[in-house]
């Protein structure tokens, strides 16, 4: 066994994809701001490791690991599997996540018509946010069995009954309180945030509204699906693999479908025939004229998240949302 490959990673993949460690050989791949990322070659496969002491590493990770495993289960060709998390035990210490290497060089043997799923990602996203989550979840609520990190913001993925409870405590009124952690308190951007939760939010999301009488379900949702979480790449060791439009860095939850339009069109990169081919399989909940109402709400905690992350303008943008919204149904 290579000395310089952490025991815990070897006994993570060992017992997860059957690598052989004899063969496993280890090297620098990339960079990251918040992590070390590495690339493993074995005889057979490719795996993607990235490892950090720094601080919230452990719940990024298990957060990370969870998120890929529902994504991956789910439509498999739309993003990695994740092998393994944990903690470190060399000297150095700190934690892991390893999973399936993507080849975003474009050099694979092929495209989406040649192997692969020959799938768009308009039409994996639409699959994704079809298909029901595990039965063992089904009478939870809204949440998920783990805290997930967007950006450096640890979000409360606690159980919930309703998708308006959900969002408006586990989203608006976590990030508002983490932005005033980081940012001090503004009791101006406080009364718009606790306004849209009491007047916004109950008549956009309410149970017998969203979704008409039927209602809506819960479905894995990315939850940090902007432009640079997405790319072009092939999965190294599946023996039917081409260049697929694929997702990564996920922050996922049970969660209304068209949460992910939020950041989506916060930062743009999905065009119209994007748009246009997800809504044929994945068509608008129900009222469908609110669906841009929807969008800017949901949109809106992502400016909040940035503000808490980032601060500056990112404070307006949320304001300039929210307000709207609350001359409308406030």
């Not at 690339?39 to 490892?51: E, G, L, P, Q, W």
């Not at 007047?199 to 640079?228: A, E, F, Y």
């Amino acid at each position: 066994m290579p000395t310089d490959i952490d025991p815990a990673i070897i006994r993570g993949l060992s017992s997860s994809c059957n690598i052989d460690p004899s063969t496993a050989e280890i090297s620098k791949h990339g960079g990251s701001g918040f992590a070390s990322t590495y690339r493993i070659n074995t005889a057979d496969t490719s795996i993607f490791v990235k490892t950090s002491s720094s601080r919230g590493a452990a719940t990024m990770f298990e957060g990370e690991h969870a998120s890929l495993s529902a994504i991956h289960n789910s439509v498999p060709s739309l993003a990695p599997k994740s092998f393994a998390w944990g903690e470190l035990e060399q000297a150095d210490g700190g934690y892991f996540l390893a999973t399936e290497f993507l080849d975003m060089s474009g050099r694979s043997a092929g495209s989406t018509s040649q192997g692969g799923s020959g799938l768009s990602l308009a039409t994996k996203l639409a699959q994704l946010h079809n298909t029901p989550i595990p039965e063992e979840f089904q009478d939870k609520g809204f949440g998920f069995p783990v805290s997930t990190c967007c950006g450096d913001t640890i979000q409360d993925n606690s159980w919930k009954p309703s998708w308006a409870t959900f969002f408006a405590e586990n989203r608006l009124r976590h990030i508002l309180k983490s932005g005033e952690k980081n940012n001090g308190k503004d009791a101006a951007l406080r009364q718009v945030v606790e306004d849209v939760c009491e007047k916004v939010v109950p008549r956009l999301l309410r149970n017998g509204h969203l979704g008409g009488s039927s209602g809506i379900q819960p479905r894995v949702v990315h939850g940090d699906l902007w432009s640079g979480n997405k790319g072009r790449g092939s999965f190294a060791g599946r023996k039917d693999t081409a260049t697929e439009e694929i997702v990564f860095d996920p922050s996922a939850a049970y969660s209304h479908h068209e949460f992910d339009h939020g950041i989506m069109n916060m930062f743009g990169g999905f065009g119209t025939s994007f748009w246009k081919e997800y809504f044929q399989h994945c068509p608008k909940t129900e009222p469908a004229e609110e669906y841009e109402d929807r969008v800017r709400l949901y949109e809106a905690y992502h400016h909040l998240n940035h503000y808490s992350i980032f601060g500056g303008s990112y404070k307006s943008g949320a304001v300039n949302l929210l307000k709207p919204l609350l001359k409308k149904y406030g």
